[in-house]
């Protein structure tokens, strides 16, 4: 799964504030804001990062994101999705971390592959014991 989720972004009236409204309808219409439109959409990044690691850190699931229709996707950063997309796989399948751990410990190449993906390599530094 693809963790683009579509927002709306409105503008309030005057009366309201004159802010820019920035809704995640796939997250019981999260919202943020700001009043101009680059600094909203930077909070919503934001936001959605911070949704999408609230849901990791506390074992929720995380919900798919809908059709994008004419709404503008706003995705993660590639490490926050790896890891959403691990949790999401491991709650669907009811794994546990542990589980996973298991999983990649006996398929090495797995974790190679993952941090290829994300440009990464695995680097150990031994040191002396004092």
């Given amino acids: 799964m ?3 989720y579509p927002i709306e972004l409105e503008r309030m009236t005057e009366e309201d504030g004159g802010i820019w409204l920035v809704t995640f309808p796939d997250w019981n219409n999260a919202v943020t804001d700001d009043e101009d439109v680059p600094e909203a959409m930077a909070n919503a990044r934001d936001y959605r990062e911070e949704l999408l690691a609230c849901s990791i850190g506390r074992r929720l699931p995380i919900p798919a994101p809908g059709p994008p229709g004419n709404r503008a996707p706003v995705e993660p950063e590639a490490g926050l999705a790896l890891e959403a997309a691990l949790w999401h796989a491991l709650h ?4 546990t971390g542990g589980e996973l751990a298991r999983r990649l ?3 090495p190449e797995l ?3 993952a941090l290829a993906a994300l440009g990464k390599r695995v680097v150990v530094e031994l040191e002396d014991a004092a």
């Fill in 2 to 4: 693809r963790f683009a």
């Fill in 111 to 113: 974790i190679r592959r």
């Fill in 105 to 107: 410990i006996a398929r």
């Fill in 92 to 95: 669907e399948q009811g794994a």
